[in-house]
């Protein structure tokens, strides 16, 4: 698929990985890393900018990214939070990108043909927030228009992300996708195993 530099993905890469007890994006996940697959996955819907947001571990993080050709941003402040590295992602998207998703490192099993489905929704209706959905429930990630970029970068509400994109719920669209792994982020080992498990890629 011809890659799309106005669509972005912003992935953050930044924290300490704490309840995991190991870096959670370099954890193996089948023939590959966490980092990768969560890569493969945003490479093969075509989105053609992409922003890892490093921190911890940011020495070990960058070699990995720079052999796969992928730009980095280092946030700083990482220890404030998520919401820091969201951050520094969003600041460092060019002018013309007109969307971007919002993809947390953790999340391998987010299917390509999940991003897909959200582009093709983006593209009849360029505007708002989309939200993919399994069985009705929200997950990740919302394909959130340029537009809400200066109220992202001016406050760091104290919900975080989901906070502030919840003010603006008369624009929001929920996308009902066959995609279970929207909801399965890896936070702790039993999570890491059970993914594992499930997933036949891994």
């Known amino acids: 698929m ?43 819907a075509g989105v053609g900018t992409i922003r890892v ?34 951050q520094a992602g969003v600041r460092s998207l060019p002018s013309d990108v007109s969307a971007f998703f919002m993809l947390p490192a953790d999340m391998p099993r987010v299917r390509a043909e999940t991003l897909i489905r959200l582009i093709s929704e983006w593209d009849r209706q360029p505007a708002g927030i989309l939200y993919p959905c399994h069985e ?20 760091a509400p104290s919900g975080g992300l989901r906070t502030l994109l919840s003010r603006h719920a008369e624009v929001a669209r929920n996308i009902e996708v066959a ?20 997933d036949p890629s891994a």
């Open 53 to 86: 947001v490093v921190g911890w571990d940011g020495h070990r993080l960058i070699p990995v990214l720079e052999r796969r050709g992928v730009p980095w941003v280092e946030n700083e402040r990482y220890p404030g939070g998520m919401y820091t590295s969201i």
């Open 179 to 198: 995609d279970p792994g929207i909801l399965v982020d890896l936070d702790t080992p039993e999570e890491y195993r059970n993914s594992l498990r499930e």
């Open 2 to 44: 011809t890659a799309r530099p106005d669509l972005a993905a912003v992935i953050p890469a930044a924290g300490r990985s704490s309840r995991m007890g190991a870096f959670k994006p370099l954890l193996p996940f089948g023939p590959h890393t966490v980092i990768e697959q969560v890569l493969s996955a945003v490479r093969e």
């Open 136 to 155: 009705g429930r929200r997950g990740h990630p919302p394909l959130i228009d340029r537009a809400y970029v200066p109220e992202m970068l001016s406050e």
